[in-house]
T-cell receptor, first 113, second 111 residues
């Protein structure tokens, strides 16, 4: 594993509440990604970062925001959680200057009631 | 929209048999990657094949790429129970580093 942790690993929340998921890496990788995984959809990119304070939207970014104030941390915020955001969220990193493969964290299971 | 579509969605075989999974994609690519996901875990990179390569091997894994058909296959030879997992193809279509994943093939290897 490339030293990627996610917190929390499990969370149950109520509709309308804000939720922040954290991804922490110790590899000094420049690029970081947030995906969600749902049955029948595989993994879909939410947002990604190509450096500190540099982020961009992915395929399914509506209702999500991100921040990256340090190389090692990438935060995903659900501004007002909805039941459709119940999913498993994965963080990934890579060092594109050296290789194209991505390294994944263990995932966060989020249930929005 | 999904770039990669995988076939079959599920595959069940006996230990020792070979497993073949296929991936089709829609646009030109720089490379295609295969990942494995064990139940309840994150994805793990298996192998990468570039658009100018036709075949690549890594241990019991063999990957082929046909850019004219926009398709790839992953062959796992002499399967083991520990190969039970979901397998995903992912394509890198631009210079952004963003990967687009297929829906995956769930492989069950029975001992």
């Amino acid at each position: 594993d490339a030293g990627i942790t996610q917190s929390p690993r499990h969370k149950v929340t109520e509709t309308g509440t804000p939720v922040t998921l954290r991804c922490h890496q110790t590899e000094n990788h420049r690029y970081m990604y947030w995906y969600r995984q749902d049955p029948g959809h595989g993994l879909r990119l939410i947002h990604y970062s190509y450096g500190v304070k540099d982020t961009d939207k992915g395929e399914v970014s509506d209702g999500y925001s991100v921040s990256r104030s340090k190389t090692e941390d990438f935060l995903l915020t659900l501004e007002s959680a909805t039941s459709s955001q119940t999913s498993v969220y994965f963080c990934a990193t890579n060092d594109r200057e050296r290789q194209e493969t991505q390294y994944f964290g263990p995932g966060t299971r989020l249930l929005v009631l | 929209s999904q770039q990669g579509e995988e076939d079959p969605q599920a595959l069940s075989i006996q230990e020792g048999e070979n497993a073949t999974m296929n991936c089709s994609y829609k646009t030109s690519i720089n490379n295609l990657q295969w990942y494995r996901q064990n139940s309840g875990r994150g994805l793990v990179h298996l192998i990468l094949i570039r658009s100018n390569e036709r075949e690549k091997h890594s241990g019991r894994l063999r990957v082929t790429l046909d850019t004219s058909k926009k398709s790839s296959s992953l062959l796992i030879t002499a399967s083991r129970a520990a190969d039970t997992a979901s397998y995903f193809c992912a394509t890198d279509a631009g210079n952004t580093g963003k990967l687009i994943f297929g829906q995956g093939t769930t492989l069950q290897v029975k001992p």
